[in-house]
């Protein structure tokens, strides 16, 4: 199995992608470490990344997934995955992908990416992002306002009950 942890930047997305792989033994893979560096130097100079920007990003994420599939190997992948498109992409010809989508309070959100140091994403950028977000309707919601051990048992229940269909 592959869960990918999505939503917009500062949802926490890593902390809970790294949680879950912990707790499951499962490879866990940041999306970030795969954007090329001209996607981060836009990034850094505030510009939002655009659908040409983020393709190529996408195809890496999705040969990377599709490794893990065809290995058998199960794997979180923490990636923003923001439109319906990315969503399709990234689990196109692998069995058993669930998305997991960090929701929450924009204003929450903002403050989160403001207190960050030493990222590349900057908060300015959160409304870019918000305008692109096309809220998925086949995904696990979890709440932004819970603690990162809530949402975990809550992913974790999710998929005991999941299994025990």
Not at 98 to 115: D, H, K, M, N, S
Not at 152 to 165: D, G, T
């Amino acid at each position: 199995m592959i869960l990918v942890v999505i939503g917009v930047s500062g949802a926490g997305k890593s902390t809970l992608g790294r949680a879950l792989a912990k707790a499951l033994g499962w490879t866990f893979i940041e999306a970030d470490d795969f954007h090329p560096p001209g996607n981060l130097e836009k990034l850094r100079r505030h510009q939002a990344l655009n659908d040409a920007d983020r393709a190529p990003w996408l195809v890496l994420l999705h040969r990377r997934l599709q490794q893990l599939d065809q290995r058998r190997e199960n794997g979180v992948l923490a990636c923003s995955a923001l439109k319906r498109s990315y969503r399709e992409l990234l689990s196109e010809g692998i069995d058993g992908l669930r998305f997991v989508y960090l929701c929450g309070e924009p204003a929450l959100i903002r403050a989160r990416l403001q207190a960050r140091r030493d990222h590349f994403m900057p908060a300015d950028l959160l409304d870019s992002q918000l305008a692109s977000l096309e809220p998925p309707r086949d995904a696990l919601l979890v709440s932004i306002d819970q603690t990162t051990e809530q949402q975990l048992q809550q992913v974790l229940r999710a998929l005991e009950l999941e299994a025990s269909a």
